[in-house]
C-alpha cells in the first residue's frame, strides 16, 4: 500500500486514449463530443461534492476515511476545466484543425 502512494505509476484512462484520436471527429464533432462529457462530468461532480460535504457534516465519518472522494473531485474538476479550456480553443481557432489529406496521401505513396 506505501508502495502505492509513494511511486507515481502511469495510469491510461480510456478517456486519455479516446483524446489521442480527437482529430478524426472534426472540429465540430469533437465539440459536441466534448460539451456532452462536459455536462456529465459536471452532473456526476456536483453529485460527489454534495454527497461527500453532507457525509462530513453529518459528522458520522472521519474526513480521513474518505480523503479519497476529496481527490477523485480534484480530478473530476481538473478534468471538466481541460476539456472546457479545449472546446473554447477549438471555437477560436487556437486549436488548429489542419487538412490532413496531402499529408496522409504522403504516407500512403511512400509505403
Excluded: C, N
Excluded at 1 to 27: C, N, T, W
Excluded at 75 to 82: I, N, R, V
Excluded at 88 to 95: H, N, V
Amino acid at each position: 500500500m506505501e508502495e502505492l502512494i509513494r511511486v507515481p505509476s502511469a495510469e491510461y484512462p480510456k478517456f486519455l486514449s479516446a483524446v489521442g484520436y480527437l482529430g478524426a471527429l472534426g472540429p465540430g464533432g469533437a465539440v459536441e463530443a466534448l460539451r456532452d462529457r462536459a455536462a456529465r462530468v459536471r452532473a456526476t461532480l456536483e453529485e460527489h461534492r454534495r454527497e461527500h460535504g453532507e457525509l462530513l457534516a453529518a459528522g458520522t465519518v472521519p474526513r480521513l476515511f474518505v480523503v479519497e472522494v476529496e481527490y477523485a473531485l480534484r480530478m473530476q474538476e481538473a478534468e471538466l476545466g481541460w476539456i472546457e479550456e479545449i472546446v473554447a480553443d477549438i471555437e477560436t481557432g487556437r486549436l488548429a484543425w489542419p487538412d490532413v489529406s496531402g499529408w496522409v496521401r504522403a504516407q500512403e505513396e511512400g509505403q
